[in-house]
């Protein structure tokens, strides 16, 4: 049995249709069935329906019936109007008060704000909404888009706390948010925007969808949304789609990036996908890097390698797209067996995207490195040159082409592995200050370190510690790091990142003299710190300083100093005998209780 949402008049004409073909008798019959089945709840309404029949002549049809219901529903839908557009002009009110037993940090599960409402808004707009589902399933597509529209702009005014607050009215998808809404609002939408399909003309539907999508804040509806809004196939659909494509393309919007993505997957005819992709690369360039997904499978690898780089010609270098595209390009160099024109896609990747990851990728898997060693340096330099007096916390365009940069923490990682201990150290590790470290790279480059200068195969609890806080600035993803590669690995990003790092340390030079060198600093800033928490009392941080200390005393053991953890383990808890949450913490790191 099909059990598809059917509408009212479809469903309607199927019945008279089954009802005239029936004799007197079995009429009785599925009379008796229904009122078998019928919810128990619901018995006296069927009673009372069927003695309301009872006095009715013959002569009144279907038809008739229906017409009268059809202009009770536009006549509720008027009244419904006007109350609306009262609730926009702020006539009627919603309460607010905030809930004094809300807390961000503690019970942030009740709601911030208790909104009230005497004056029945959220009643009318319940209303509207139970009148937007009537007009999909009665066929009202014009008196349904109207509703919609006003739906979609409505604002709902509020005094009391949100408001002296705020001072902002709230819209439908925030009557949502404090859920003060009686429907559910995603399926609304869809049905809003299906009435916005239906009840416009060709030329208009693009531009009144995409406004109407853009003002319900409803990201995650698609068009694919709205094509099983009905029952059949949206009329004129193969003409809309062109005109949906062709107006999206024109929007410098995320939603409209993806929207377009999801319209480009129901063409098939894939000229015309890369010819999308080369109108709209300005706005979208995401669409190339869709076209060569969608290829990757195809015996076409020499054209779609030239694709690659055509894309690669055309998006600025700054996009982080732009990897993504470089090593989507490197797949197909792959399958034509070019290894140095994969090794170029990866440095394409690590200009437009400077991380560890890509870095790691030319570092370790390229077949000469040192080839493309100065290429690197000019682009890390680079990328930190356009970024370094640019404020990390600076707002952006959503809407905006993400762009590569390379603040300090990162630059500073990158010159680790670039091996440029001294420039690490004037950029990021000059801090003088014993506090404030979170902001800096002081942290990181401490982990660094103790990684690099430590000998040995296990770590201890110290530099287990270390080693977290490391991989986690490094963000290294296996995932990632194997696209664009020969190489089927299934190694954990944890696994990933010890080989990598092992892989590059086993390059690495470092002196015996610039081992004590560091050594000498570190034991310095540890000291300081640990100070600096203690005279402030910062409880938090016991167990960071522990890691440290920890890590040093570790660290000088596997360069050959017998018991030297436990020795300034001991120099600390003596020091600070007093503070019993920091012995702990010195305890759950090795120390002897």
Not at 28 to 38: G, P, Q, Y
Not at 276 to 291: C, D, G, I, M, T
Not at 368 to 376: I, M, R, S, Y
Not at 454 to 463: C, L, V
């Amino acid at each position: 049995m099909n059990n598809e949402r059917m509408k009212l008049p479809k469903f309607l004409k199927e019945v008279d249709a089954l009802s005239k073909n029936l004799s007197h008798e079995n009429m009785e019959m599925l009379i008796h069935e229904i009122a078998r089945t019928w919810p128990e709840n619901r018995r006296n309404n069927l009673l009372q329906l069927m003695r309301s029949y009872e006095n009715i002549s013959g002569s009144k049809s279907c038809k008739k019936c229906i017409d009268d219901g059809i202009s009770q529903i536009v006549t509720d839908i008027e009244s419904i109007k006007e109350r609306l557009i009262q609730i926009n002009s702020a006539d009627r009110l919603l309460e607010s008060e905030y809930n004094e037993e809300w807390d961000d940090w503690y019970n942030s599960d009740v709601d911030e704000v208790l909104f009230s409402d005497p004056k029945g808004i959220l009643k009318d707009i319940n209303e509207a909404m139970e009148l937007i589902h009537t007009c999909v399933d009665m066929e009202l597509y014009i008196e349904g888009y109207e509703l919609s529209e006003i739906l979609s702009v409505l604002e709902v005014s509020s005094e009391g706390d949100y408001c002296d607050y705020n001072g902002s009215p709230l819209y439908m998808h925030e009557l949502e948010q404090y859920n003060l809404l009686g429907h559910e609002y995603i399926p609304f939408v869809k049905e809003c925007l299906y009435l916005a399909y239906m009840g416009n003309p060709l030329e208009e539907r693009a531009d009144e969808i995409y406004c109407m999508m853009g003002n319900f804040r409803c990201n995650d509806v698609k068009l694919e949304d709205i094509m099983q809004s009905g029952n059949d196939e949206l009329p004129q659909f193969d003409a809309f789609l062109t005109m949906w494509i062709g107006y999206l393309g024109a929007q410098k919007s995320k939603s409209a990036d993806k929207l377009l993505r999801e319209s480009q997957s129901m063409i098939q005819d894939e000229s015309c996908l890369l010819e999308n992709a080369r109108k709209y690369v300005a706005e979208h360039p995401s669409l190339y890097q869709q076209f060569l997904e969608i290829k990757l499978n195809s015996d076409e690898s020499d054209s779609m390698f030239q694709i690659g780089i055509e894309a690669m010609e055309k998006i600025p270098s700054s996009y982080l797209i732009r990897s993504e595209i470089a090593l989507l390009t490197a797949e197909y160099a792959v399958k034509l067996n070019d290894h140095e024109k994969m090794e170029k896609c990866w440095i394409e990747a690590f200009r437009s995207e400077t991380t560890v990851v890509n870095y790691m990728r030319i570092r370790i898997c390229s077949n000469n490195w040192k080839q493309w060693e100065q290429e690197l340096k000019f682009i890390i330099e680079q990328t930190y040159q356009k970024t370094k007096n640019r404020e990390k916390s600076l707002s952006y365009d959503m809407n905006a082409e993400r762009e590569n940069y390379l603040y300090q923490e990162s630059y500073c990682t990158m010159l680790f592995f670039e091996e440029q201990f001294e420039r690490m150290y004037s950029v990021g590790m000059h801090e003088k200050n014993a506090l404030g470290w979170s902001s800096t790279f002081m942290k990181q480059g401490l982990a660094f370190m103790f990684l690099l200068l430590f000998q040995g195969e296990k770590f201890p609890e110290g530099m287990k510690t270390m080693q977290s806080r490391a991989k986690s600035v490094c963000k290294i993803s296996a995932d990632k790091f194997y696209r664009g590669t020969e190489i089927n690995s299934k190694l954990s990003d944890n696994e990933l990142f010890s080989q990598l790092f092992n892989s590059w340390k086993n390059e690495v030079q470092l002196t015996i003299e610039e081992s004590k060198k560091w050594l000498g600093k570190i034991e310095k800033w540890i000291a300081g710190r640990v100070t600096g928490i203690m005279e402030g009392n910062h409880r938090n941080y016991y167990g960071e300083c522990a890691s440290f200390i920890a890590a040093f005393g570790e660290v000088q053991e596997s360069l050959g100093i017998p018991d030297a953890k436990a020795h300034i383990m001991e120099k600390y808890r003596n020091e600070y005998s007093r503070r019993s949450a920091f012995r702990k913490e010195l305890v759950i790191y090795g120390m002897k209780k």
